[in-house]
């Protein structure tokens, strides 16, 4: 549900600007936004992923940057978004489809290249849009989805080089930790490494201190964001809630992404939506895994109980679409103004 206009005025992070609604710009964050920050109102509103538009919504809430998919572009326009970025001090990365065959190449390159055109140095990539435990339902099909996504990379992998832009594989309940170090380690190239997202491990059954840990070294992008969960009969129920609302330690895992990486640039990825199922007590979740040990999932399930039941997790497709937009815009208006306060962004 909405907060009362008592719960939202003392939440201890917000600043007057957050306050203060849609009153005009706010002082910058050096944090940026990913556009499915804005899912739902991207699905009403198409242009709002429009990039120059979207550049202008992330600097009236105070965002210092943005991420987005940029697409093929004529060079005026690329000129100007990159003025526009420079104008407002803000930074742009990208979000672009890595090649799946060599005929795929081409309009890889074409992305890249306009990419690069716009000032972008780091282009963010999945390789799997779906979730691990949903899309496979054996580990002969994960295998060669994994193959399928190594062949990918090495197709990537000398455009970015030559374009001198990197790219971040995200972390996106597709591969362990583990497993995609080594994927990424066995292509070798200094052009590629990771998105690194808080938290989409814990649906893979990773304690969120370990994957950042793990993937940290890797890192040429981050989604931050905050983690809730509730217990359920077949494992348990993820989301996504405001920065310092869930359970994640995000001053210790940004610590540790920092310390690895100096220069990374953080970008908010809060998916307001309804809670994740994690069936991971269901013989179908674990058709792809064939060895993650069992104290991994007792670890999991000890910590979800640690924090589940501390509040309902939102729901909000029930709401009316007014309500809806109007959940999404505080959420990440309430997240920037606690990473401006809390976590030094």
């Not at 326009?77 to 742009?92: I, P, S, T």
């Not at 809730?228 to 996504?240: D, H, K, N, Q, Y």
């Not at 109007?326 to 976590?343: C, F, G, I, P, T």
């Amino acid at each position: 549900m909405l907060p009362t206009r008592r719960q939202f005025l003392a939440a201890p992070a917000l600043t007057l600007a957050a306050r203060a609604g849609h009153a005009g710009p706010m002082p910058l964050s050096r944090m940026g936004l990913v556009l499915y920050s804005y899912g739902i109102r991207s699905r009403q509103e198409k242009d709002l992923a429009e990039p120059l538009r979207f550049l202008d919504w992330c600097r009236a809430r105070g965002a210092g940057g943005m991420q987005l998919p940029l697409g093929m572009r004529d060079a005026d326009y690329l000129k100007k978004l990159r003025g526009q970025a420079e104008k407002k001090q803000m930074f742009v990365e990208g979000s672009i489809r890595p090649p799946q065959t060599k005929d795929d190449t081409a309009r890889f390159e074409a992305e890249v290249r306009a990419a690069r055109a716009a000032g972008v140095e780091v282009l963010r990539t999945v390789m799997l849009s779906g979730r691990r435990y949903e899309v496979f339902k054996t580990l002969k099909e994960y295998r060669s989805f994994k193959e399928g996504a190594r062949r990918s990379l090495e197709l990537a992998e000398p455009i970015v080089s030559r374009h001198k832009v990197r790219l971040a594989v995200e972390n996106h309940k597709d591969f362990r930790a583990a497993e995609q170090v080594e994927m990424l380690n066995r292509l070798g190239s200094e052009r590629v490494g990771i998105c690194v997202d808080l938290g989409n491990n814990l649906a893979l059954l990773e304690d969120p201190v370990h994957t950042v840990t793990t993937l940290a070294p890797l890192a040429y992008a981050c989604h931050v964001k905050d983690m809730a969960v509730e217990e359920m009969p077949e494992g348990f129920l993820l989301s996504e809630v405001a920065l310092g609302e869930g359970m994640l330690d995000l001053s210790r895992l940004l610590g540790v992404l920092r310390k690895a990486r100096p220069n990374l640039r953080f970008t908010l990825e809060m998916i307001t939506r309804d809670p994740l199922r994690i069936p991971c007590l269901s013989e179908s979740y674990w058709a792809t895994f064939d060895d993650v040990p069992a104290r991994d999932l007792a670890a999991t399930l000890a910590l979800v109980r640690r924090h589940a039941g501390k509040k309902p997790l939102p729901r909000v497709f029930s709401l009316p679409l007014k309500e809806q937009l109007a959940v999404e815009d505080q959420n990440v208006r309430r997240s920037l103004a606690y990473a401006r306060a809390r976590l030094g962004l």
